[in-house]
């Protein structure tokens, strides 16, 4: 049994030519094979913040992410670039722009991380997604707007505060019916999905919350996705601490622990991303409406 997992993503946006051109339409390949991806990036929000960082390093990621550089690796000016040349829909942008004067706005993936995750979903020809850790909702609001009219993503988050604001969100975005709010403890609402008979019946998944439940997660996770589907799992980087042996503490030694979980685990095939950024582009061909699309190419 092969499931592939893997992480991260991304940066936004800008254009309005670019804008109209987000809404992904129903994907309709599915993966021929049975396939688990398992990997995972690095957030671009804290990639000063490695073993050696110091005081102005981590002041220094922490102005990044409050201006809203949140590329990994990136400078303001590269930065900029990825924003003017990532397609993000007008109400992923509202979203950030509301995000980003809130506490935890560095959590969010990055516009770029976001049109990943949206892509890997629609060329999975995903019906079926579970968000692991929303917060004010993103990412997720990114993949439900890839997803088919029938599609259904499970958006698991325990903060109440953030997911009313997700709601708006997915309101605005008009994909509210795609969407299935869970307000509780992520690994509760997992457990009541496979309690509920929907082993091997989801595409898709991406992981996002608390790095110390990562095992857990990913082991529930592979019963609730199907062979053939994806788990992508972010952070396992963990900006760079996995990597540096005088970093000890229990977030960096749960992440270590799972990385090395993942590579000998061969129920999956994995990828490991260690910066989106440094994908040059994936280009995913889409039939196109000539009467209806505004899609500039
Ligand atoms: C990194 S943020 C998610 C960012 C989101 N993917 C985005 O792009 O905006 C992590 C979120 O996980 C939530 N979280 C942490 N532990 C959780 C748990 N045990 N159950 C549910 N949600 C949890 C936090 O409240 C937080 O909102």
């Known amino acids: 049994m092969r499931r592939f997992a893997s992480a991260s993503f991304l940066p936004p946006p800008a254009t309005a030519a670019a804008e109209a051109a987000l809404r992904f339409g129903a994907a309709t390949t599915l993966v021929p094979r049975a396939l688990a991806l398992t990997a995972s990036t690095c957030p671009w929000q804290r990639r000063h913040l490695c073993s050696s960082s110091s005081a102005a390093a981590t002041a220094a990621a922490v102005e990044e992410a409050r201006q809203g550089r949140k590329q990994m690796g990136a400078t303001p000016q590269l930065y900029e670039y990825l924003l003017a040349n990532v397609r993000e829909h007008p109400v992923l942008r509202e979203l950030r722009e509301e995000t980003a004067a809130m506490r935890g706005s560095q959590m969010q993936v990055s516009p770029a991380q976001a049109q990943l995750l949206a892509m890997l979903a629609q060329i999975l020809g995903a ?87 990562y095992e857990e997660y990913y082991e529930l996770l592979l019963k609730l996705v199907r062979v053939g589907g994806l788990i992508v799992i972010d952070n396992v980087l963990w900006y760079g601490r996995v990597a540096d042996p005088l970093v000890n503490d229990l977030k960096t030694i749960s992440i270590r622990n799972f990385n090395k979980k993942l590579l000998e685990d061969n129920r999956v095939n994995i990828s490991m991303v260690s910066s989106s950024h440094h994908i040059s582009c994936l280009v995913y061909p889409i039939v196109i409406h000539h009467q209806t699309c505004k899609c500039k190419l």
């Open 127 to 213: 019906q079926r997604c579970i968000e692991v850790g929303v917060y004010t909702g993103y990412s997720s609001l990114a993949v439900a707007l890839a997803l088919p009219e029938s599609g259904r993503l499970v958006a698991c988050e325990r903060d109440e505060r953030c997911l009313e604001v997700a709601k708006k969100y997915y309101q605005r975005a008009g994909v509210s019916h795609k969407v299935d709010v869970k307000h509780a403890l992520a690994a509760d609402s997992l457990k009541s999905l496979i309690d509920g008979g929907e082993a091997n019946s989801y595409d898709f998944a991406f992981v996002d919350a608390d790095k110390r439940m």
